[in-house]
């Protein structure tokens, strides 16, 4: 059976674009002549450039979006939890106030990061949830543990 497959392009980011860059027909992108095909079919309608371009192959009759998206709004709304479990410990009262929670590098946090809870329009600076970190990989992981504890 022959199905439509969208091609994207990966960026250096790792990112792909949103739009596929081409849609080709054929039976099953996992093979490698399939893949070859695709790749000599772009080198000929794009030109060189097309030669050292990453792509990613998805079915197009399937959904577009990658499951990362989902573990990413799982892990946002642990986050989020978790700020506003700090926010209430804190006790702030924010109850008529557009806030959000952030990582934040400002004079108000002494040039550290720090988790913060912001007004929304303005992003100014609320109160400071964690305590200040030297590096983001380390207000990630004071993240990461305050999310586990959550989730215990």
Partial sequence: MSYNWNVYKLFSNGNRAKAPFAVVEGEDCESSDFRAVVRKNLEEKFGAKAR??????????????????????KNLALRNRALSTKIKTLGLDLENKRTTG??????????KWQWCVL????????????PEFDT?????????????????
């Fill in 102 to 111: 952030a990582l934040v590098m400002s004079g108000d946090t002494n040039w």
């Fill in 52 to 73: 050292s371009t990453n792509y990613k192959i998805m079915r197009a009759d399937l959904p577009q979006e990658e499951r990362a998206d989902e573990e990413e709004k």
């Fill in 136 to 152: 983001t990989e380390g207000a990630q992981e004071w993240m990461k543990n305050e999310t586990e504890e959550l989730i215990r």
């Fill in 119 to 130: 007004r929304m329009a303005s992003n100014q600076f609320i109160a400071a949830l964690s």
